[in-house]
Nanobody, 121 residues
Framework: VQLQASGGGSVQVRGSLKLSCQAS????????MGWYRQAPAKEREWVAT???????MYADSVKGRFIISIDDANNILYLQMHNLKPEDTASYYC????????????????WGQGTQVTVSS
């Protein structure tokens, strides 16, 4: 499955942004979809995951501020971000951990291109 992230931009502290990740194929049933981010000179870090059963998990740094959700009908993964902080500045990447084909699940991760989020004080 191919992923395309969008929705990044520049926002002031305590602002909000909503990121979208459009998949080229059906995402219903993908076991785990998530968001990661990478700030300059830092390693990519996990932000949030949503499982095929709807369970959501968040990094401590974003818990209570970010919401991950999925629109299965339109094959879109979202990340709603509230109360943004300067330390949230990063390029954000969406991820799918695999896909279904012919009744079999392939653990073959896909990544979208990054969308830049810049939070200024």
């Amino acid at each position: 499955v191919q992923l395309q992230a969008s929705g990044g931009g520049s926002v002031q502290v305590r602002g909000s942004l909503k990121l979208s990740c459009q998949a080229s194929g059906r995402i219903f049933g993908i076991k785990n979809m998530g968001w990661y981010r990478q700030a300059p000179a830092k390693e990519r870090e996990w932000v949030a995951t949503i499982t095929s059963s709807g369970t959501t998990m968040y990094a401590d740094s974003v818990k209570g501020r970010f919401i991950i959700s999925i629109d299965d009908a339109n094959n879109i993964l979202y990340l709603q971000m509230h109360n943004l902080k300067p330390e949230d500045t990063a390029s954000y990447y969406c991820n799918a951990d695999g896909y279904w084909r012919g009744g079999k699940y392939y653990n073959d991760p896909s990544w979208g291109q990054g969308t830049q989020v810049t939070v200024s004080s």
